[in-house]
Structures are given as structure tokens and as C-alpha cells.
């Protein structure tokens, strides 16, 4: 009977993100943070490769700087003001929290989960060329509600940064997607009894790509991802 391991790593991620295996594991994924096998020689800006584009379900209105992020599902956090130092303030109190960094508030938030399986885990017959590696992602966003008394110009910042913040996100997206299948690659290449390790040591590369990632880009400041 195959059995599941479900390894999830958790990273907050200021645009702003393993413990001991055992069956159905599971690993909160602020814990890591991914990024491309590797580091990209060149950050771009938003305007170079990010359009926002605006979601509309049934059950969600439009709102100022809706954006969409390719391979995630996105999830907002509300916050109120009628001025950028209100706004900032409602982000600060509201937003999620950066475990690795003090648990510091933070604007955005990527959680994202890595789960891998292969017939007979945990044994010394398994099958590793049948395993099996897929991933999960959520981004939180701030979302605001523009009051009838907020400028144009406010309006504007709050667009501009939008759009960087989630152009941030979405290359954070873009380093799990991309290169989760080097988890695959390395179980593959290990036995049945160093499978798992080496399941472990691949996230801890892609951890530490992702930190170059951000120390590149000073977590999205580069690129415009800043409101103050």
C-alpha cells in the first residue's frame, strides 16, 4: 500500500517565506523559502514583465489594485485609510507576520507546500522512479476599499505599488513552480534508505536560492514593492 509523505515548508516572504519525517508529515511552510536553482543574473522590474490583471467571482467585487498571480491562489487581508500614512498604518497592525524574521509584519505573505510520495516509503523495496512531487501556493495581499474622500493621487500610489508588490510575489511564485521538480530530481537519484535526506537537502537549496532572491532585490524595495 503506498504511503504519503506530505513535507510542507513554509516561508513569509517580505515584499514581505524541517522537522524529524514521519508518515503524512506535515511541515508549515514558513519555515523555508524556494527560489530558482539559480539566482537570477538580472532582477527585473514590474513594467518588464508584470501586468496586473483584475479578478472578478461571484462572490468578490472589484477593488483598487486587484492583481492576479500566475500558479497561486491569492487570498487579501482588508485594510482601511483616506491617506498613505493610514494605509501604512492598517498594513503594519492587519498584515501577516514573518516567523523567521520576529514574527515582524510584513505586507505580503507566500505559503506554499511541497508534498512527495513514492511507492513503498519507508522501505527497503521502494519504487523511487514511480515518486511523485507537487506543490501548493497561496499569496496574501493587502486589499483596499478606497473611501469617497481618498485623492486621486493616493489612488494612484496605491496602484503603482500594487502592481510591484504582486510582480514581487508572482517571481517568488515563479522560483517554486519552476524548480520543484528538483526535489523529484534528487529523490530519484538517492536509495530507498537516503530518499527522504535528500528530499531535504534539495528544499534547503531551494531555500537558500529564494534568500538570494530577496537579498537581491531587498525584498521587493528594488522593484518598487515599498509603501510609504
Known amino acids: 500500500m503506498k504511503q504519503i509523505i506530505a513535507l510542507t515548508l513554509l516561508l513569509s516572504m517580505l515584499t514581505a517565506c524541517s522537522r524529524a519525517p514521519v508518515k503524512a508529515q506535515t511541515i508549515n511552510s ?8 539559480t539566482p537570477p543574473t538580472h532582477v527585473p522590474s514590474p513594467t518588464d514583465m508584470f501586468t496586473p490583471v483584475p479578478i472578478v467571482s461571484a462572490t468578490a467585487t472589484w477593488f483598487i489594485g486587484q492583481v492576479s498571480i500566475e500558479h497561486a491562489q491569492i487570498t487579501y487581508y482588508d485594510i482601511t485609510g483616506s491617506t498613505a500614512k493610514e494605509l501604512r498604518s492598517s498594513m503594519d497592525e492587519s498584515g501577516p507576520r514573518d516567523s ?18 513514492w511507492p513503498g516509503y519507508g522501505t ?15 499569496v496574501i495581499m493587502p486589499r483596499w476599499e478606497a473611501p469617497a474622500d481618498a485623492s486621486p493621487e493616493l489612488v494612484s500610489k496605491w496602484e503603482k ?4 508588490l504582486a510582480f514581487h510575489e508572482q517571481e517568488h ?16 537519484d538517492a536509495t530507498c534508505s537516503t530518499a527522504e535526506a535528500a ?22 524595495e528594488t522593484q518598487g ?3 510609504h
Not at 200 to 212: G, H, P, W
Request: overall charge negative; glycine content about 2%; charged content about 25%.
Open 30 to 37: 514558513s519555515e523555508i523559502q524556494t527560489a530558482r536553482t
Open 100 to 117: 523567521s524574521d520576529g514574527n515582524k509584519p510584513v505586507d505580503a505573505f507566500t505559503d506554499w507546500y511541497i508534498s512527495w510520495n
Open 124 to 138: 527497503e523495496k521502494c519504487d523511487l522512479s514511480a515518486a511523485s512531487v507537487t506543490y501548493r501556493i497561496k
Open 161 to 164: 505599488y500594487m502592481q510591484a
Open 173 to 188: 511564485v515563479h522560483i517554486i513552480a519552476d524548480n520543484y521538480l528538483s526535489v523529484k530530481t534528487a529523490i530519484q
Open 199 to 220: 528530499a531535504q537537502k534539495a528544499l534547503d537549496s531551494l531555500r537558500e536560492l529564494n534568500s538570494n532572491y530577496d537579498r537581491e532585490t531587498k525584498h521587493g
Open 225 to 227: 514593492a515599498v509603501f
